[in-house]
């Protein structure tokens, strides 16, 4: 069974929103289109906690969305 793709979305602590967010270039991107897509593995979801946990004095979080249903939020 293969996983589905979700688009990666972050924001920072002060931020109203989450904003679609580009892993590679660790940075946010204006659209979607242009969002990392990763598979929903555990193996990536534990990647994206660790960069959270990292980056923690800026309180950077990240949420996977399918659909615009949210499917996973690091803490």
Do not use: P
């Not at 980056?55 to 949420?63: A, E």
């Amino acid at each position: 069974m293969s996983e589905k793709w979700f688009v990666v979305y972050a924001r920072l602590d002060g931020d109203k929103c989450f904003r679609a967010f580009d892993i590679r270039e660790g940075q946010f991107v204006g659209r979607v289109m242009y969002a990392s897509m990763i598979k929903g593995t555990i193996e990536n979801k534990k990647m994206l906690q660790e960069i959270s946990n990292e980056n923690r004095h800026v309180g950077l979080k990240f949420q996977l969305r399918n659909g615009g249903y949210v499917v996973f939020q690091t803490k």
